[in-house]
């Protein structure tokens, strides 16, 4: 289950279509509410995949307290800074989400959250998120690639 299966898909569809007709008759304030339109629809997306690379995936907070990355191994890499930044995190990924409505061009919705996720994932890594390489178990002696 995604953030986003609460919705009726025949409404991400009608913002994408308002969003396609605005852009295809250049209509730039039809274009610009639409786009703003989808951006809110989305918004707790970016929300959940953040949570999702804090949690583990659990909708619990495993090692994080106020921002600050309080030691326990959380699979996540924090970067340089020494500390977990949930605000700049969150901000990171909403200006991905923005960024992935903006590139998207395929007129059906059903794959944009999949493609939404990996800008948002793409970014997160990018603001120095990274998560902990799996370390191999000496029962798996195979090619490391």
Request: proline share 4%; net charge neutral; charged share 25%.
């Given at each position: 289950?995604?953030?986003?299966?609460?919705?009726?898909?025949?409404?991400?569809?009608?913002?994408?279509?308002?969003l396609?007709?605005?852009?295809?008759?250049?209509?730039?304030?039809?274009?610009?509410?639409?786009?703003?339109?989808?951006?809110?629809?989305?918004?707790p997306?970016?929300g959940?995949?953040?949570?999702?690379?804090?949690?583990?995936?659990?909708?619990?907070?495993?090692?994080?307290?106020?921002?600050?990355?309080?030691?326990?191994?959380?699979?996540?890499?924090?970067?340089?800074?020494?500390?977990?930044?949930?605000?700049?995190?969150?901000?990171?990924?909403?200006?991905?989400?923005?960024?992935?409505?903006l590139?998207?061009?395929d007129?059906?919705?059903?794959?944009?959250?999949?493609?939404?996720?990996?800008?948002?994932?793409?970014?997160?890594?990018?603001?120095?998120?990274?998560t902990?390489?799996r370390t191999?178990?000496?029962?798996?002696?195979?090619?490391?690639?």
């Amino acid at each position: 289950m995604t953030a986003l299966d609460h919705r009726p898909p025949a409404t991400d569809q009608a913002l994408w279509d308002a969003l396609h007709r605005a852009t295809r008759d250049q209509l730039a304030i039809e274009r610009a509410r639409a786009e703003d339109a989808l951006f809110r629809h989305y918004l707790p997306l970016a929300g959940a995949v953040v949570r999702s690379r804090t949690t583990g995936g659990s909708g619990i907070d495993s090692g994080i307290d106020n921002g600050i990355d309080n030691g326990i191994d959380n699979g996540i890499d924090s970067g340089a800074r020494g500390g977990f930044d949930r605000q700049g995190a969150e901000q990171a990924a909403e200006v991905a989400l923005a960024r992935a409505i903006l590139d998207w061009n395929d007129p059906h919705a059903e794959r944009f959250e999949s493609f939404a996720r990996l800008i948002i994932n793409r970014e997160l890594r990018a603001f120095g998120w990274r998560t902990r390489p799996r370390t191999r178990s000496a029962a798996n002696t195979g090619p490391a690639w």
